[in-house]
């Protein structure tokens, strides 16, 4: 994996963090893990196709994921309802299309797919023995945890 790739997802993360839930981001050691070993109660699935493959996961705990919905769509939810899992979503969508735009305007060609919400056993069963890069945001709603595994064709 190049750092050439994950440079853009996590600038792309914390300039849409910053702009939408506008919250101080700060952003803690980068790890290498494997699949099975991310953890969260939700999780947003990006597929990546292309010049490369794999998948971009945004997971959190379900409370983060509820706080920052509560901001995005200026609401006073107390459960996490389908309009919220359709903004974390779209929150995801700005991400990916940003850094894919960075990554194709360097000269590659990558595709992204439409985000889906996952829980984090649906994730552990997609990405098993992937090695995956996973870098931890910290915003005053919680923590985002930014999980990055790409692979060259």
């Not at 996590?10 to 953890?39: A, C, F, Y």
């Not at 996961?57 to 706080?67: D, Q, S, V, Y």
């Not at 996490?80 to 590659?108: C, F, K, R, T």
């Amino acid at each position: 994996m190049r750092y050439e790739y994950i440079e853009p997802f996590v600038l792309s993360t914390m300039k849409v963090l910053d702009t939408v839930i506008q919250s101080d981001i700060s952003m803690g050691r980068v790890s290498l893990v494997r699949g099975n070993e991310i953890d969260g109660d939700l999780a947003i699935l990006i597929r990546l196709g292309g010049y490369s493959d794999g998948c971009i996961i945004l997971n959190m705990e379900t409370e983060t994921a509820m706080k920052i919905c509560n901001v995005m769509l200026d609401g006073s939810f107390e459960t996490l309802m389908p309009v919220g899992m359709d903004s974390i979503a779209e929150l995801a969508n700005m991400i990916a299309g940003n850094a894919i735009s960075v990554i194709n305007d360097l000269g590659y060609d990558f595709r992204v797919d439409p985000p889906l919400i996952v829980t984090k056993d649906d994730i552990k069963k997609k990405t098993p023995d992937m090695e995956v890069f996973q870098i931890p945001l910290f915003t005053e709603f919680g923590e985002i945890i930014m999980n990055i595994a790409l692979r060259t064709n």
